[in-house]
């Protein structure tokens, strides 16, 4: 049984959260954007943090990865095609923050389908760009952590270097409309909803 804890972080308020399997305490840490001692504040008693994973690369989602890396001694994963948007760190925090940041080296890449265990659960890697080149959904069980592809009511968005309108619609509509209703979406902001709600009340994508 998986526990999912999560706190809101940085100037952008990006969703850092924390997946425990509930059996083993194996967890992984899914986007750590910002704030370090906030998301490692979410740590409990017994939990053993094997991984951290990103969504995409973009800052908000990225900055604190260095911080906890340290900290746990831990690998950083992203999809491979986001490198190129981690490139560009450094300009887009100088532009954004009145600060260049260095971005966070993966220690290893992700693709689509690949499959992450944490104890007993399977975290499937979806590929979904349209937001990023690499941007990715991560799904276990009812479980969906969809990054800044789909969030309650709205989609990321494609005003931005590197990103594409077409493709994050269809990246919505054929890989994440596609599973079940009662799925809980975790974005990469803001509250919670279900694949179902989105399907029938997200105005940017019908199913």
């Known amino acids: 049984m998986e526990k999912v ?26 986007d750590a954007g910002d704030e370090p001692h ?9 939990v053993k943090v094997k991984k951290i994973i990103a969504t995409h690369g973009h800052f908000d989602h990225v ?16 999809h491979r095609a986001d490198q190129v948007v981690l490139d560009i760190l450094p300009e ?15 220690d290893g890449y992700l693709e689509d389908g690949d499959i992450i265990h944490v104890g007993g659960l399977q975290l499937r890697i979806i590929h979904t760009p349209g937001h990023s080149p690499g941007s990715s959904c991560l799904l276990t069980g009812k479980t969906l952590f969809s990054g800044d592809t789909l969030f309650q009511g709205t989609i990321g968005r494609t005003d931005i270097p590197l990103a594409d309108p077409q493709k994050i619609v269809e990246s919505i509509k054929s890989k994440l409309y596609t599973l079940p209703d009662d799925i809980l979406v975790y974005p990469g902001h803001g509250p919670s909803t279900t694949v179902g709600y989105e399907k029938r009340n997200n105005p940017f994508v019908r199913a």
């Open 92 to 106: 887009a925090t100088l532009r954004i923050l009145g600060i260049r940041l260095k971005p966070p080296r993966p």
């Open 63 to 78: 900055l604190a990865v260095d911080d906890i890396r340290e900290v746990l001694g831990v690998e950083f994963l992203i």
């Open 38 to 46: 906030k998301i490692l504040g979410l740590l409990k008693t017994g």
């Open 5 to 30: 804890y999560y706190v809101s972080v940085g100037p952008l308020r990006s969703n850092s959260y924390l997946l425990i399997d509930g059996g083993s305490g194996e967890a992984v840490i899914i």
